[in-house]
C-alpha cells in the first residue's frame, strides 16, 4: 500500500486494514500489476510514493482471499477507504487548493479499489497543478482499471508530453497497449524506449521488461489460433 498515509480513524480497524493491503496484494499478484506514478527514477512528484503492486478489482475472475480470511465486499472497501480519507478531507476543507493533498485522497480511493472516486481527486490536483505527471500516470492506471484503456492511453501521452522519460508511464503504456489493444509492436516500443532513456534502471526491472520484450517479440511470429503465456499484468 501507498506510504505516508494519514493515521486511520478509529473506525479503520488493524483487521481491516491488514485484510485491504493482502487482497490488494494477493489480486495484484494473480491477475498483474501497474506500477505507480513515482517510482525511484522520477523526481516530480507532489506526494512521496514507492513503485509497488497496485490492485485490481477484488471480484476479478482469479482474485482469493487467503485461506481463512473473509473478502472483503466492494462496500466494505468503500467504507474502508471512507474511513481512512476522513481526516485528509477534513484537513481539504482548510486547504481546498493543496494538490498534494488531492493526490493523497485519490491514493486512498485508488488502494480501495475505488477507481471513479481516485479519478475525481486526481482530477482536482491535476487542474491545480496539470503538469504532476506522478498523479496523471495513476490517473491512467486508474482508467485502465475501469476499463477505458484508450484514456488511459490518453493520459500516460499528456506525461510523455511533459516527461518523455518517466519510466513508470512507459511501461504503463507498454502493458496496456499490450493487454487492452493487442497492439504488440507499439508495446514493444514502450518498453524499448524505457530502456534508452533510463539507463539507470534497477536491474531487476530491467530484465523483467526485457524478458517481455522477449515474449512479445515471439508473439509477433505466432500464427493465429497457437496457445501462448501472455502474462496478464500492467504498471501503474
Same mark, same amino acid.
Given at each position: 500500500m501507498a506510504q505516508n498515509k494519514s493515521t486511520p480513524v478509529a473506525t479503520? +480497524? !488493524?483487521? *481491516?486494514? %491488514?485484510?485491504?493491503?493482502? @487482497?490488494?496484494?494477493?489480486? !495484484?499478484?494473480? @491477475? !498483474? %500489476?501497474?506500477?505507480?506514478?513515482?517510482? +525511484?527514477?522520477?523526481?516530480d512528484s507532489t506526494a512521496t510514493r514507492q513503485t509497488q503492486a497496485a490492485g485490481v478489482p477484488a471480484?476479478?475472475?482469479?482474485? +482469493?482471499?487467503?485461506? !481463512?480470511?473473509t473478502q472483503p465486499t466492494p462496500e466494505q472497501m468503500r467504507q474502508m477507504a471512507d474511513a481512512q480519507a476522513a481526516p485528509l478531507l477534513a484537513q481539504l476543507q482548510n486547504e481546498p487548493n493543496n494538490a498534494d493533498l488531492l493526490y493523497k485522497i485519490g491514493n486512498v480511493y485508488y488502494d480501495a479499489q475505488q477507481f471513479p472516486e481516485s479519478? +475525481? %481527486? %486526481?482530477?482536482?490536483?491535476?487542474? @491545480?497543478n496539470p503538469k504532476q505527471t506522478d498523479v496523471r500516470t495513476d490517473m491512467g492506471t486508474a482508467y485502465y482499471y475501469m476499463g477505458q484503456p484508450d484514456q488511459a492511453l490518453k493520459e500516460y501521452d499528456e506525461v510523455l508530453k511533459i516527461n518523455d522519460k518517466h519510466?513508470?508511464?512507459?511501461?504503463?503504456?507498454?502493458?496496456?497497449r499490450w493487454q487492452a489493444k493487442m497492439d504488440t509492436q507499439g508495446a514493444i516500443a514502450s518498453w524499448q524506449r524505457l530502456l534508452e532513456t533510463n539507463p539507470d534502471y534497477p536491474k531487476d526491472k530491467r530484465d523483467r521488461i526485457q524478458e517481455? @520484450?522477449?515474449?512479445? *517479440?515471439?508473439?509477433?511470429?505466432m500464427k493465429p489460433g497457437t496457445k501462448t503465456d501472455k502474462p496478464a499484468e500492467v504498471a501503474r
Open positions: 479503520w +480497524t !488493524g483487521m *481491516q486494514a %491488514y485484510v485491504l493491503a493482502t @487482497i490488494c496484494l494477493v489480486v !495484484g499478484l494473480v @491477475i !498483474g %500489476y501497474l506500477f505507480r506514478g513515482s517510482g +525511484t527514477l522520477s523526481s471480484n476479478a475472475p482469479g482474485a +482469493t482471499p487467503p485461506m !481463512g480470511m479519478v +475525481t %481527486y %486526481y482530477e482536482k490536483a491535476l487542474k @491545480i519510466a513508470n508511464a512507459l511501461f504503463n503504456q507498454g502493458m496496456v517481455l @520484450i522477449v515474449k512479445a *517479440q515471439e508473439h509477433l511470429t
